[in-house]
């Protein structure tokens, strides 16, 4: 009852604070939206800077990699440089490598500067995390946290179609250089919303440097393996079986420092506090969720429907739009509701909107994909914002920085490892559905010997020879085993993705978040 009371007495934020947040939250949507903004553009970046094949996968991957090792090490250059200048001069230099990029003219020029807005960008989104949590008074962080909950979830589904709009409509080199005016707003927010803090260059010469290096090595190492791995036949290749040695003994250093360190870079021992490991597990399977829903169904509506990138992105922000729905009430249903249940009801309706999209056919079109948008939006949003509440209460308020670069962390690992499995999902089973098709519809076949009677007839029918219209025949069969392999497959994938979603149900009981309507606790 004291503690009630104490809280009931906390002032609310000052208009600073909500400088900050609001700072905070502008910076996470930078980098966020910057994930996924080149995928609908990557043809014609790919065609102007003279990237062939698969090697323009290199300008995402770029990114995703230096991002998923600098967040782990946020908490601690947070530490060392000061938040207020650690943030400042990560924005700057965000936007000087965005110019980089937009102004490229080569591969090696475009992925050096992708790498560099992945080391400056994923700095801002666990700070924004860490804001909300020291900024606000308990009884407002659900309003802070269904801010940056917001951001994380729209930045990636808005990149593509933004990406794919500027492509078409302007140039893709805008994708970059639309950076520059959000910098010049989110700057002078940070100078004025946050406080100077003193550099504590100490930290820096007594950091756990064996963990440090052993961190960048290996979280590096295992992205690109994730990435790259089923392109290049896993451990076929000898640059998979060379990454995935060097990510082992780069994570195997990282738990050495654990061990040896005063103060550990990355703080695993948090994943001793069973609510925190089951947030870090949750977050993880949705991150793998999110991503990979984003990565399908583009795909799907590329090669199946042949929709072009602003079509596809059209589809995509459907799952956006109960976000915005529920924006007004989500403050208050984090504060009343108990978010065991609101995750869960988050969980069972990402899975059903996973088995929505198993019955898919070669003739379904973007119009066929309108309930499960809608119904994931609703399953990502009640998930993703009792889980980002969550991690911020299983630990005390001086531990918030290290728990919130785990958590994203997590998220964005989550995505690698949920990509590198549904690629290789997706090769194996089409391989296999097409040639399971191509035994039963062989020229001996009874179905196989009338589609091509009927086929060859039309083809005929239309002007030509009887050896030509044989092999239009041939040719628009292949395809349509092709496409009917490919449907087939779409569907297990989803089915599978909807299967590891639910699993994650038992978990969500493990949270053990406070009663609804008391405060967030700031002790373990």
């Known amino acids: 009852m004291a503690e009630a009371a104490a809280i009931a007495r906390e002032p609310n934020a000052s208009a600073a604070d909500w400088i900050a947040v609001a700072a905070g939250s502008l910076g996470a949507l930078l980098a966020t939206l910057d994930i996924s903004i080149t995928n609908s553009a990557l043809p014609q970046i790919q065609g102007q800077i003279g990237a062939a094949g698969t090697e323009g996968t290199w300008i995402s991957t770029g990114y995703l990699m230096a991002e998923i090792v600098i967040i782990p090490l946020t908490a601690w250059l947070t530490r060392v440089f000061g938040l207020r200048r650690f943030l400042m001069w990560n924005a700057l230099l965000f936007t000087a490598f965005s110019m980089m990029c937009g102004m490229s003219h080569s591969l090696t020029q475009m992925v050096v500067g992708r790498i560099g807005q992945g080391i400056a960008g994923g700095a801002m989104i666990p700070t924004a995390q860490t804001i909300v949590r020291t900024r606000l008074p308990r009884h407002q962080m659900p309003i ?35 950076n520059l005016p959000i910098t010049a707003v989110l700057v002078p927010l940070l100078y004025f919303g946050l406080k100077s803090e003193r550099a504590d260059f100490n930290a820096f010469f007594k950091a756990d440097w064996l963990g440090i290096v052993g961190l960048a090595v290996g979280l590096s190492s295992l992205t690109v393996v994730l990435e790259e791995g089923q392109r290049e036949q896993w451990f076929e290749s000898h640059l998979i079986v060379y990454l995935s040695l060097l990510a082992a003994g780069g994570l195997a250093l990282m738990l050495v420092g654990q061990l040896t360190a005063k103060q550990p870079i990355v703080r695993l021992r948090l994943l001793l506090n069973k609510n925190y490991a089951s947030v870090i597990l949750i977050v993880t399977t949705v991150g793998a969720g999110v991503y990979g829903v984003s990565y399908l169904l583009p795909q799907f509506l590329a090669t199946i429907a042949g929709y072009n990138a602003e079509q596809a992105g059209g589809i995509m922000l459907l799952s956006g739009l109960p976000a915005f729905l529920l924006m007004p009430v989500l403050p208050r249903m984090l504060g009343k509701f108990d978010s065991r249940w609101l995750v869960i009801s988050g969980l069972v309706c990402f899975f059903a909107s996973c088995m929505l999209d198993i019955g898919l056919t070669v003739d379904s079109v973007g119009h066929d994909f309108y309930a499960s948008q809608i119904l994931r939006g609703f399953g990502q949003i009640l998930a993703m914002m009792p889980l980002n509440q969550a991690s911020m209460a299983a630990v005390a308020t001086h531990e918030a920085g290290d728990a919130a670069g785990l958590y994203n962390m ?115």
Not at 152 to 172: D, H, K, M, Y
């Open 410 to 524: 997590a998220r964005n690992l989550g995505g690698s490892i949920g990509l590198a499995l549904l690629g290789t999902l997706i090769d194996r089973r089409n391989a296999y559905h097409d040639s399971v098709i191509r035994e039963s519809v062989t020229a001996n076949s009874a179905i196989g010997q009338e589609h091509m009677t009927s086929s060859i007839a039309s083809f005929m029918a239309q002007g030509g020879d009887y050896a030509h219209a044989q092999l239009q025949a041939i040719a628009q069969l292949s395809g349509q085993i092709a496409r009917q392999a490919a449907v087939m497959t779409f569907s297990e994938t989803f089915f599978a993705l909807g299967v590891a979603l639910l699993f994650c149900v038992p978990l969500a009981l493990l949270l053990k978040p406070p009663r609804p309507g008391a405060p967030i606790s700031t002790g373990h």
């Open 144 to 178: 802070g946290m269904s801010m940056f909950g917001l951001i994380v979830l729209l930045g990636p589904l808005l990149g593509p179609v933004v990406g794919g709009w500027l492509a078409e409509n302007v140039n893709w080199r805008w994708c970059f250089f639309l």
